[in-house]
């Protein structure tokens, strides 16, 4: 008999993401019921139950939870669906990984900056600004900088400036997307695009490195936004991170209670430093879960499902396992981007999705949706996001290649939408 036959479970939220962990529980015997604003929202068809309760109000979740007698809460992907998970958990009695003040350090990014600087982990220089423009202030500011709402992912309302002008508009933009209305302005590190994102995996209250991975951020609008167009395991710098960051950065972890769950942190590569900007207390968009399960047998998702409904993560010997070095080989998990447009046709994707270094396709747009003007430079301007394993980087290369060579995405006039600003070539830099 499968641990967890016939245990309830509750998943706040509905998108796409999800149907990896509806099906994923169902593996393990357990009865999925989620919850999505959406009524159309994707996963709702794979859930043994459904419903349009909005996930942001915690008293009506909170209700719902009780209604349906779950023996747990899942959340993952969105910073705003964590408080509603620790609110509901925490009323019910059930486990949840974090406490809300360890979710404010991951999800505000002055808090975790401020976190960062009390242990002495570098990153990014920070400016003093607020709508009133204090001159003092704007003449303190070295450009070029980047500019971002404290409190939203996704890469949304985030533009760089090289000047007042730009800022003082990109800073209204920002605000604009910040549900506590506070904007971040900091040194704008220019490193050809390249960045690197760590994730820890944290069992009763040890850290254990999971993976870092080199990140390609394009600038898809004119250095006004930038979105991730691939992240490449492991990354390059890996044992340098180990062997300089990581022991500080575990004490942080530990000294600031971090018990259990995962969480990413990403960072810029400079000569002199790695240098922290963000953090998230979740999984990470980049679904890297898939990634680290093939090649080394550690599954995340897998673990805070198991969490929610047990309180623990995995067994001493399955941490052990975790390999931050994926056991000589590697994975590429990259975007296909779209021009703005309606989706009219969409050839070669199932061709793709036949083949065997093809871990995993997460599609978000079908045929007769559109991209608006307010997708471009966020994730809203991804078609999909492709995860790929390989004997090496070069092996990579082609195999990234070949998908391309595939994929076409048709607009209403015939034209190909598939913006190929990523360049497969760059996974061996």
């Given at each position: 008999m499968k641990k967890y036959e016939n245990k309830r479970l509750l998943i706040i939220g509905a998108t796409s993401y999800f149907i990896d962990v509806i099906q994923e529980a169902k593996k393990m015997g357990i009865y999925t019921i989620c919850t999505d604003y959406n009524p159309n929202a994707i996963a709702k068809k794979y859930a043994d139950k459904s419903y349009d309760v909005n996930t942001v109000d915690h008293e009506a979740i909170l209700q719902l939870a009780k209604d349906e007698k779950v023996d747990g809460v899942f959340v993952a992907w969105s910073d705003a669906n964590l408080y509603t998970a620790q609110y509901v958990c925490e009323k019910l009695g059930m486990p949840f990984y974090a406490t809300k003040d360890q979710l404010d350090c991951a999800v505000n990014k002055d808090y975790f900056k401020q976190m960062c600087r009390n242990y002495n982990v570098p990153c990014t220089k920070q400016y003093q600004l607020d709508e009133s423009f204090k001159r003092e202030d704007l003449d303190q500011i070295e450009y070029p900088v980047i500019v971002k709402p404290v409190d939203?992912?996704?890469?949304?309302?985030i533009t760089v400036c090289n000047c007042e002008e730009e800022l003082k508009e990109a800073f209204t933009k920002a605000l604009s997307y910040s549900k506590r209305k506070n904007v971040i302005v900091e040194q704008f590190m220019e490193n050809q695009g390249k960045t690197i994102s760590v994730k820890y995996l944290i069992r009763d209250g040890v850290p254990y490195l999971l993976s870092v991975?080199?990140?390609?951020?394009?600038?898809?609008?004119?250095?006004?936004?930038?979105?991730?167009?691939?992240?490449?395991?492991p990354a390059s710098i890996t044992q340098r991170y180990k062997d300089t960051l990581d022991e500080k950065v575990r004490k942080m972890l530990i000294e600031m209670g971090f018990r259990n769950g995962q969480l990413f942190m990403e960072a810029i590569p400079a000569e002199d430093e790695i240098y922290f900007y963000e953090m998230g207390y979740r999984l990470s968009g980049g679904i890297t879960y898939h990634i680290t399960d093939s090649l080394t047998g550690i599954n995340g998702m897998r673990m805070l499902i198991n969490f929610a409904l047990s309180g623990e993560m995995c067994d001493q010997e399955t941490a052990e396992r975790i390999d931050p070095f994926m056991q000589g080989k590697a994975a590429c998990s990259f975007a296909i981007l779209m021009k703005q447009g309606t989706v009219t046709k969409i050839n070669g994707l199932e061709e793709v999705r036949q083949s065997p270094n093809v871990l995993d396709i997460t599609q978000y747009y079908k045929e007769g949706m559109t991209v608006e003007p307010r997708d471009v430079g966020n994730v809203g301007q991804m078609f999909a996001r492709i995860t790929t394993i390989g004997k090496n980087r070069e092996d990579l290369v082609q195999v990234i290649h070949q998908i391309e060579e595939r994929i076409c995405i048709l607009d209403e006039n015939g034209e190909d939408m598939f913006l190929r600003a990523f360049d497969p070539n760059t996974v061996l830099e």
């Open positions: 939203n992912g996704g890469s949304r309302g991975g080199d990140r390609r951020v394009l600038d898809a609008h004119d250095g006004k936004a930038l979105i991730t167009s691939a992240a490449i395991y």
